[in-house]
Structure formats: structure tokens, C-alpha cells
């Protein structure tokens, strides 16, 4: 190596030195590689008893960081380590494989139970997360559907909602994007500070948006000067207003899922269909009689 | 003949091992902490799937974050959308901020920058590069010349030169 590109190599090194070293990742990797392990046999499965996984699986579909379904070819027992140059075909990913089939059976026969519904957004969070919160796992069957992720420091719990809304658009939360949500921070009078915001309009009139946010409640609250941090993502159009409520596990603990992340999550096409699925939950859900819950059924658009 | 568990138990001390060097390699590649933890964690989780079969760990690893990291097609959306930087490789929201080569390699392509790491971090040959990412040697000369030409424009000629004010990018 010359010695310029020696000083190349030495303040690469320096500013590596520099950085934290990673956490423990044997049990996370050990937990999602006998996960892939399990999807592998379940896509292998699905492909013997004749169904077309590819059928269930959105054109835009493409092998992604998480893709389990075929590995790289493996060279490393032989001398002869090249290796394809051209990008591979897609892979199915078997975890977005088993989210498409989750919410194709849940609206299978027309409407979408709870546990249908439910059962679509475990598998759908679950492929869609990235990887480093390896999947999700339901943990709630009270009001909301709730889940937890399996790896993270911290540990993550999500909750999602698929509702209509009254009024008009111009006044929900999300339509003005991040400047909105920061303005009503800068006016609120308890401390509520946006750590990280991302917003996006995408689509047949989408509307994303996604915050990660610390909170310290007022003397007026049920918990004054307790600071908590959370986050959310909302997706709004025309009718339809879905709410992912996010609550990092642990005391003190603070989110570690960025806004562009949660923002991009929300564009995913199979997002995107797990929503339509939860358009026909929300129609086909029933409340207490006294719930003084206004009953504003979503619609999906188009 | 190796139970299950002797298996999982080398995995783990694979792992204890080696994740460093493979979040050093992702760091470079991906140029974000949590990115760089995603994409360990994806390649350890493939290398356990392939764990049976293989003699050398280490570079089994190597290669397959690698390729993860330049198939991976969300990750190029995602930087074209909300993380790629300007021309100039200058990040425009801080402009006296002193440019590290972390955030200057998030400038390069995905494959040019996959070469650095493997002819400059790792020290392979052109060869062995060329053999690595599957194209040719000439293609990895010309890249590597093309990289080292973009990142002393930003950089400095030694590499080692502090950037306090935007350079024109050429």
C-alpha cells in the first residue's frame, strides 16, 4: 500500500477507534438465524403443497437486508471463491411471504376478525422492522393491537390503530407534516421536545409521518415532572388516519428507531396492504355499547 | 459427529470474536451506526443458517456482508430519498462541520465503496478484490483510482486535512 493510502487506511482506523464498540450480538443472531432457519422450512413447504408463494408477494417485492430465502451461494468450502457478479433474481422473503399470507387469509372470506387482524400486524411488523429488533411477537389482546420486538436495547412495543376521522384533513395531525408537530411543541406549555422527525406525501394522496419524542409532564398531568420518551408514526389520507403509538421497554429508556426508518416502513407496499386490510377490520369491529367511542369508519382510497 | 448445541456454542464464540471487525467493515459500507448494526446482525444471522457447512467462518462472513450490503435495494432507495449527500460529499446542514472519512465514503457508490474497504481497510490484492465482488481486475483498478480521486476531494491529498470550508467540487 503506498503511503498515501497508508494515511488513508490510519484515519479510517482512528476514526473506528473512535466509535462504540457493538453490544453482544450472539443471542440476536443465534434467535433470527434459527428464525430463518424456521422460515426456510415454512417457504419450502409452502412451495411442496403447491401454493405460489410469488403469487402472495407484491411485484415490488425485492430480496432485502433481510432476505432468508437464499442465502449468497455458499463458496467457502471450496478453493474457488468467486462469486456472481450480476444482482441476483428477487428472493421471496419468507417473512414477507408469511405477512401476505396472514392478511390475504384474514380478509379471505370478506371480513377481518380480531384475530385475524391481529395475526396481519404481528406478521407484517414482524418482516418489516429492520432486522436489528429481530421481529415482533403479539403481546396484547385488550383494546389495541399491541406487539413487542424480540432484540433491541431497548426493546421496543408498538401498538396500531386504523380509524376515520372527523373534520377535515387540513386540521389532523400529520397534515402540516414535521413543521406542524414542531410548532406545537414550541407552544405546548409542558416540556415536549421532538428528538427526530421525517415526513413524506407519497402515493394516491399519502401523508406520512413519524416522530421520536421526550415528554415531561405538566403539574396538570397524571404524571408532572415524569420524563418519558415515545414515538410515533401516522399515515393520513382522505378518510383514513393510521396511528402507530411506539413506547421503548424499560425505565428511562429512549426509542432507537429513527423517523426515516418508521416513515419508510409506512411507504412499504405491504404496509400499505395491511392498512387496506385494516380499512375492512375498522367496518366490520364492534364497541361497547357505552363506549361513548364516535364511530368514524375509515375508507380506503380509490 | 457435532450436536446442535457444540454447534451453537462455536457460533457464539464466532461471534464474541468477530463481530468487531465486521461492524469496522459495516461502519465503512454503510456509514450509519444503526445501519452498520443491522447489517451485522443480518450477515451473523445468515452465517448461523450456513454454519454446518462451512470451513472458514471468518471470510464466509466477510463475503456475505459484503453482498448483503450491496443487494441490500431498500438501502439504496433509502439513501437516494433521505440520506445521500450533496455533490461535494459536504454535508450542507453544517457547513463548518469537518468532514471524517466515514461520512466522505457515504459519498462514493455502493460498489466503489465496497472496493476501498476491501483494497484499502482489508489490504486484498486486485486480484483477490476482483474475485470478492465477482468483476474484473481492470474494473477494480479503475475504481480504486476513481475512489481514491473522490475522496482526496474532499479530504485532502494525505487524506488527513480537515475541511472547514466547501470545496468546489471537480
Not at chain 1, 385475524?116 to 414482524?126: G, N, R, Y
Not at chain 2, 453482498?67 to 445521500?84: N, P, W
Not at chain 2, 480537515?162 to 470545496?167: A, G, L, M, Y
Request: charged letters at 25%.
Amino acid at each position: 500500500m503506498s503511503p498515501t493510502t497508508e494515511d488513508l487506511r490510519r484515519r479510517m482506523a482512528d476514526e473506528l477507534d473512535a466509535l462504540p464498540d457493538l453490544p453482544d450480538l450472539s443471542g440476536p443472531a443465534l434467535a433470527g438465524g434459527l428464525r430463518r432457519q424456521r422460515r426456510r422450512r415454512y417457504a419450502v413447504a409452502l412451495a411442496a403443497t403447491g401454493i405460489v408463494v410469488a403469487a402472495l408477494v407484491p411485484a415490488a417485492l425485492v430480496a432485502t437486508g433481510r432476505d432468508a430465502g437464499a442465502p449468497a451461494p455458499d463458496r467457502s468450502h471450496v478453493a474457488d471463491t468467486s462469486t456472481t457478479a450480476a444482482t441476483p433474481a428477487p428472493v421471496p422473503d419468507p417473512a414477507l411471504a408469511r405477512a401476505a399470507e396472514a392478511r390475504a387469509a384474514a380478509e379471505a372470506d370478506g371480513s377481518v376478525t380480531r384475530a385475524e387482524w391481529d395475526d396481519a400486524v404481528t406478521a407484517t411488523l414482524d418482516a418489516l422492522l429492520p432486522p436489528r429488533f429481530g421481529g415482533v411477537e403479539l403481546t396484547s389482546n385488550d383494546a389495541v393491537t399491541m406487539v413487542r420486538t424480540r432484540a433491541g436495547m431497548p426493546r421496543l412495543d408498538l401498538w396500531m390503530g386504523v380509524n376515520g376521522y372527523a373534520g377535515s384533513r387540513a386540521i389532523q395531525p400529520g397534515s402540516g407534516g414535521c413543521p406542524q408537530v414542531q410548532q406545537a411543541a414550541d407552544e405546548s406549555d409542558f416540556t415536549w421536545d421532538i428528538l427526530d422527525c421525517a415526513d413524506a406525501r407519497f402515493g394516491d394522496g399519502f401523508q406520512a409521518l413519524a416522530t421520536s419524542e421526550r415528554v415531561v409532564g405538566g403539574q396538570m398531568s397524571d404524571s408532572p415532572g415524569v420524563e418519558t420518551y415515545a414515538g410515533g408514526a401516522l399515515l393520513l389520507n382522505d378518510a383514513l388516519f393510521v396511528e402507530i403509538g411506539i413506547k421503548p421497554v424499560g425505565e428511562e429508556a429512549r426509542l432507537t428507531i429513527r423517523a426515516a426508518e418508521l416513515v419508510e416502513l409506512l411507504r412499504t407496499p405491504d404496509f400499505l396492504d395491511l392498512v387496506r386490510v385494516g380499512v375492512i377490520y375498522a367496518r366490520d369491529r364492534t364497541y361497547p355499547a357505552n363506549s361513548g367511542f364516535e364511530r368514524i369508519d375509515p375508507v380506503w382510497p380509490g | 459427529m457435532r450436536d446442535r448445541h457444540d454447534r451453537q456454542a462455536e457460533f457464539t464464540d464466532f461471534v464474541a470474536s468477530g463481530q468487531q471487525r465486521l461492524h469496522r467493515q459495516a461502519m465503512l459500507l454503510t456509514g450509519e451506526p444503526s445501519r452498520a448494526q443491522d447489517l451485522v446482525q443480518v450477515t451473523l444471522e445468515k452465517v448461523f443458517v450456513a454454519w454446518a457447512r462451512i470451513e472458514d467462518p471468518g471470510a464466509y462472513a466477510h463475503r456475505t456482508l459484503l453482498h448483503s450490503f450491496l443487494h441490500d435495494r431498500r438501502r439504496a432507495r433509502r439513501e437516494r430519498e433521505l440520506l445521500a449527500l450533496p455533490d461535494g460529499a459536504r454535508d450542507e446542514r453544517r457547513p463548518d462541520h469537518a468532514l471524517t472519512v466515514i461520512e466522505a465514503m457515504r459519498g462514493l457508490p455502493p460498489r466503489m465503496r465496497a472496493v476501498v474497504v476491501l483494497r484499502y481497510w482489508e489490504g486484498e490484492s486486485v486480484a483477490a478484490t476482483a474475485r470478492t465482488l465477482g468483476i474484473s481486475e481492470g474494473t477494480v483498478k479503475s475504481t480504486s483510482a476513481r475512489a481514491l480521486a473522490q475522496l482526496r476531494d474532499v479530504l485532502g491529498e494525505t487524506f488527513d486535512e480537515r475541511t472547514t470550508t466547501h470545496q468546489e467540487a471537480r
